[in-house]
């Protein structure tokens, strides 16, 4: 199914890049990856249409597909991303920014990259944390991504997101010691739908906390309180890898 819909759209997209239009198709084809992965994508809140910069919280690579069919984004990723099968062709083909988190000898090019990608695809989506949680906990923000907005471009706001996968979380997640391949076979075969809800919370203009990581906090923290509100409970830390491995694999397996 998912052939069929890139026969479909890709073809599409890269002869509206050709023109020089905007392409619709990456979103939809993207929305549509999704779907066929599982996901049945709500929204909550009213993502900004253009000049954002969305903070999200991370969990799976099926947030790519289900952020960027809610809003159309682009997004920045490890560079490890690329070379994953399906997951590095997906993030691709939406444009995807692709940095070297060790190479800090790289960070001012990757910096200027993604302020171009910024003022030509209108929104860009980072994940702070820098790998993928359960989706009950948070991860310290890192902070390097967000030098883009010192000082922030002209009329760009920031709006956090949260994505939440409910009592699936743990299942669908990309544990930290599977390879892209791994992850996506096992998400993949699984049976049955799932559902994900983007929440789009209160965006707030990066003047108004000057400094990324002001910007970081600013923006874990209304994520920490929707989590929270969502949890029933304050947000705990998270366990690690390894000991939410061990629980998953305990877990009986969810419809």
């Known amino acids: 199914m998912l052939t069929g819909l890139a026969t479909m759209f890709v073809p599409l997209h890269y002869l509206w890049r050709l ?13 549509g990856a999704g779907r066929i992965s599982g996901a049945r994508v709500s929204v909550q809140g009213v993502p900004l249409k253009r000049d954002v910069f969305y903070v999200s919280n991370h969990v799976s690579w099926i ?83 967000l030098k883009v907005l010192e000082p922030p471009p002209p009329g760009v706001m920031v709006q956090p997101v949260l994505i939440d996968y409910g009592a699936v979380g743990e299942e669908i997640g990309w544990l930290g010691y599977e390879s892209g391949k791994s992850n996506a076979a096992r998400v993949l075969a699984r049976a049955g739908s799932f559902p994900v809800v983007v929440h789009f919370l209160e965006p707030f203009h990066p003047r108004d906390f000057p400094g990324r990581k002001a910007i970081a906090a600013e923006s874990r ?30 877990a009986p397996v969810l419809p």
């Open 63 to 145: 947030d790519i597909p289900a952020i960027a069919g809610a809003s159309g984004t682009a997004f920045v990723a490890k560079a490890e991303i690329r070379d994953a099968p399906v997951v590095g062709w997906l993030s691709s083909l939406n444009r995807t920014v692709f940095v070297e988190r060790e190479n800090r000898l790289g960070v001012a090019g990757q910096i200027n990259t993604l302020r171009d990608t910024l003022a030509e695809n209108w929104s860009v989506t980072v994940f702070p944390e820098g790998t993928t949680e359960d989706g009950r906990s948070l991860l310290p923000f890192k902070t390097s991504m």
């Open 19 to 31: 023109f020089r239009l905007s392409s619709p198709w990456p979103r939809l084809f993207l929305g």
């Open 221 to 250: 923290r209304r994520i920490e309180v929707a989590l929270s509100g969502i949890i029933g409970g304050p947000v705990p830390a998270f366990i690690g890898h390894d000991a939410w491995a061990q629980r998953a694999e305990q």
